[in-house]
């Protein structure tokens, strides 16, 4: 909390500038804790319960000043699966609060740094790619067709269409209605993205998203009034539970098994569960960091404390697990949030959402909340970005379009997977071609070849240096020259000394500069 007090002590905007990012954010995370939920099998408000404590207990503790966390729809299988497999929701709810024990333990032992090891060129794909599936799986509920749950992202769906069949599908079934609002609230959020709007001093201040939201509820008390036929009702509008007593809410918690605690099967989900809501959380922690205009870096470490005890709470009050979630956090940054204080009030407005204002919510069509992400899908994924990373060269270009695609046509997890494996081929090639340079000299028709190593040679340098020595000829003068070199790998020092042992033979002159004498196979025979 000291960070968010500093921060606002030197710029006292920054409160206000929260608080209508939280706005927004609400907007966003308001349906997808609903559709999350809805999608995962489990009851609805346990999609609130892990946005509000998504926003208030890991928004408090967790180091990121633009990071917001609820539930994700990366672990919407997982948890599924986990549901049918335990047999109960209160057993896998033990094993929720076993998972955040497990974040906890990570965090302590420093796992967060494995958040570092994502390429550049991976995350911006994977950035873009979410971008595109919230486009594609959000225009359906723009042209009125909610069959499918809100939060759900992947591309094969469980009743056997993939996201392009369901996109037809839905061009077939418009309702013109929520075709409306969808699209009067695409006008608004352009509009208000304006230069024109930018520079006045007063619309500036209020988030479009909450004007787009405002229109499509009048819009629709309009067509009820005067077009009933176009009106939208039902499943195309938010669908909060109604809270109106203690009794109420006290007949919405679920609360965990404990007795099952030592059960293997509830371990080995907690295991999963740690293991999968970590790394989705390093992942949008790292790529929250890159949006964020001022450039600051979160702590891992952290992060996952802050998880895992976001985890544990979610667990007891019959919660679904909680990870950072790009989503939020994009819509979030594009909404001028400056501190964590903006995911803190995404929570409360959540909480006052169901206890207070869940009747009046209940009017907002979500064709206009649709609108909303769709926006926030075309700033994740905007032409440029592809131009700059082509510009790049192939290394950049390759790994980033493999991980779009990946992600696409899988998951987020799995698709990371993909581009990082087709990153680390770009890496170990880029190893395989630069470990040393090159130079020849001629000197009273006397050639000799100087080599000399770059700074840093590993074991993933040895078959390229192989390869070139391999291509001398015989009767050449070479140096091999380390003096500049830091670090050396124990099997290249062994190559080139074992190399210098069959030069004589070759008829080669080989001179080694700074080249540590190691102790071989060879030597100990």
Same mark, same amino acid.
């Given at each position: 909390?000291?960070?968010?007090?500093?921060?606002?002590?030197?710029?006292? &905007?920054?409160?206000?500038?929260?608080?209508?990012?939280?706005?927004?954010?609400?907007?966003?995370?308001?349906?997808?804790?609903?559709?999350?939920?809805?999608?995962?099998?489990?009851?609805?408000? &346990?999609?609130?319960?892990?946005?509000?404590?998504?926003? $208030?207990?890991?928004?408090?503790?967790?180091?990121?000043?633009?990071?917001?966390?609820?539930?994700?729809?990366?672990?919407?299988?997982?948890?599924?699966?986990?549901?049918?497999?335990?047999?109960?929701?209160?057993?896998?709810?033990?094993?929720?609060?076993?998972?955040?024990?497990?974040?906890?333990?990570?965090?302590?032992?420093?796992?967060?740094?494995?958040?570092? +090891?994502?390429?550049?060129?991976?995350?911006?794909?994977?950035?873009?790619?979410?971008?595109?599936?919230?486009?594609?799986?959000?225009?359906?509920?723009?042209?009125?067709?909610?069959?499918?749950?809100?939060?759900?992202?992947?591309?094969?769906?469980?009743?056997?269409?993939?996201?392009?069949?369901?996109?037809?599908?839905?061009?077939?079934?418009?309702?013109?209605?929520?075709?409306?609002?969808?699209?009067?609230?695409?006008?608004?959020?352009? %509009?208000?993205?304006?230069?024109?709007?930018?520079?006045?001093?007063?619309?500036?201040?209020?988030?479009?998203?909450?004007?787009?939201?405002?229109?499509?509820?009048?819009?629709?008390?309009?067509?009820?009034?005067?077009?009933?036929?176009?009106?939208?009702?039902?499943?195309?509008?938010?669908?909060?539970?109604?809270?109106? &007593?203690? *009794?109420?809410?006290?007949?919405?918690?679920?609360?965990?098994?404990?007795?099952? =605690?030592?059960?293997?099967?509830?371990?080995?989900?907690?295991?999963? $569960?740690?293991?999968?809501?970590?790394?989705?959380?390093?992942?949008?922690?790292?790529?929250?960091?890159? /949006?964020?205009?001022?450039?600051?870096?979160?702590?891992?470490?952290?992060?996952?404390?802050?998880?895992?005890?976001?985890? =544990? $709470?979610?667990?007891?009050?019959?919660?679904?697990?909680?990870?950072?979630?790009?989503?939020?956090? &994009?819509?979030?940054?594009?909404?001028?949030?400056?501190?964590?204080?903006?995911?803190?009030?995404?929570?409360?407005?959540?909480? /006052?959402?169901?206890?207070?204002?869940?009747?009046?919510?209940?009017?907002?069509?979500?064709?206009?909340?649709?609108?909303?992400? %769709?926006?926030?899908? +075309?700033?994740?994924?905007?032409?440029? /970005?592809?131009?700059?990373? +082509?510009?790049?060269?192939? *290394?950049?270009?390759?790994?980033?379009?493999?991980?779009?695609?990946?992600?696409?046509?899988?998951?987020?997890?799995?698709?990371?997977?993909?581009?990082?494996?087709?990153?680390?081929?770009?890496?170990?090639?880029?190893?395989?071609?630069?470990?040393?340079?090159?130079?020849?000299?001629?000197?009273?028709?006397?050639?000799?070849? *100087?080599?000399?190593?770059?700074?840093?040679?590993?074991?993933?340098?040895?078959?390229?240096? +192989?390869?070139?020595?391999?291509?001398?000829?015989?009767?050449?003068?070479?140096?091999?020259?380390?003096?500049?070199?830091?670090?050396?790998?124990?099997?290249?020092?062994?190559?080139?000394?074992?190399?210098?042992?069959?030069?004589?033979?070759?008829?080669?002159?080989?001179?080694?500069?700074?080249?540590?004498?190691?102790?071989?196979?060879?030597?100990?025979?």
């Amino acid at each position: 909390m000291l960070n968010i007090d500093i921060y606002i002590m030197k710029k006292p &905007s920054f409160l206000k500038n929260d608080i209508l990012a939280g706005l927004v954010v609400f907007l966003v995370a308001l349906p997808l804790c609903l559709g999350i939920a809805l999608a995962s099998g489990a009851p609805m408000f &346990s999609g609130i319960i892990a946005g509000v404590i998504g926003g $208030l207990c890991v928004g408090a503790i967790s180091g990121s000043h633009t990071a917001v966390s609820g539930p994700a729809a990366g672990l919407i299988i997982i948890v599924v699966n986990a549901i049918q497999d335990l047999g109960a929701y209160d057993m896998f709810l033990t094993a929720v609060i076993l998972a955040g024990l497990f974040q906890i333990i990570l965090g302590i032992c420093k796992a967060g740094i494995i958040g570092l +090891y994502f390429p550049s060129n991976v995350i911006k794909g994977m950035l873009s790619a979410i971008g595109l599936i919230l486009i594609l799986k959000q225009i359906p509920h723009l042209l009125g067709v909610d069959k499918d749950a809100f939060g759900e992202e992947e591309f094969f769906q469980k009743d056997g269409a993939t996201t392009f069949s369901y996109l037809l599908d839905a061009l077939a079934e418009i309702h013109l209605g929520v075709l409306a609002a969808g699209l009067l609230s695409i006008s608004i959020l352009l %509009i208000w993205d304006s230069k024109t709007i930018k520079q006045n001093t007063l619309l500036k201040q209020i988030p479009g998203a909450l004007i787009a939201v405002v229109a499509a509820v009048i819009l629709n008390v309009l067509l009820l009034n005067f077009a009933p036929s176009l009106a939208i009702s039902g499943a195309h509008l938010v669908s909060l539970p109604s809270i109106t &007593s203690a *009794n109420d809410l006290s007949g919405l918690l679920v609360f965990p098994n404990l007795s099952v =605690i030592g059960n293997k099967d509830v371990v080995i989900c907690a295991i999963t $569960l740690a293991v999968v809501a970590s790394l989705e959380t390093l992942l949008s922690l790292e790529a929250a960091d890159k /949006l964020d205009p001022m450039k600051r870096s979160s702590p891992q470490n952290r992060e996952l404390i802050a998880q895992g005890s976001g985890n =544990i $709470l979610s667990g007891l009050i019959g919660g679904l697990p909680i990870t950072a979630v790009i989503v939020r956090s &994009s819509a979030n940054i594009n909404a001028g949030a400056k501190t964590k204080t903006a995911t803190i009030v995404h929570g409360l407005f959540l909480t /006052l959402a169901v206890l207070v204002f869940s009747k009046m919510l209940n009017y907002i069509p979500l064709a206009s909340l649709a609108a909303i992400l %769709i926006l926030v899908g +075309y700033k994740l994924t905007k032409p440029m /970005l592809y131009i700059q990373q +082509y510009k790049l060269g192939w *290394n950049q270009f390759i790994p980033f379009i493999v991980t779009i695609v990946a992600i696409l046509f899988s998951d987020l997890l799995i698709g990371i997977i993909i581009g990082m494996a087709v990153g680390v081929f770009y890496i170990l090639k880029a190893n395989y071609e630069i470990p040393y340079y090159v130079s020849e000299e001629t000197n009273q028709g006397d050639q000799k070849i *100087n080599i000399r190593l770059s700074e840093h040679v590993s074991f993933l340098n040895k078959p390229s240096l +192989y390869a070139k020595l391999n291509e001398l000829p015989s009767g050449s003068n070479i140096t091999i020259d380390g003096s500049t070199t830091k670090t050396i790998d124990y099997d290249v020092l062994e190559m080139l000394h074992h190399y210098k042992r069959q030069s004589k033979e070759k008829g080669i002159s080989l001179t080694l500069i700074s080249i540590p004498e190691v102790e071989t196979e060879t030597d100990s025979h």
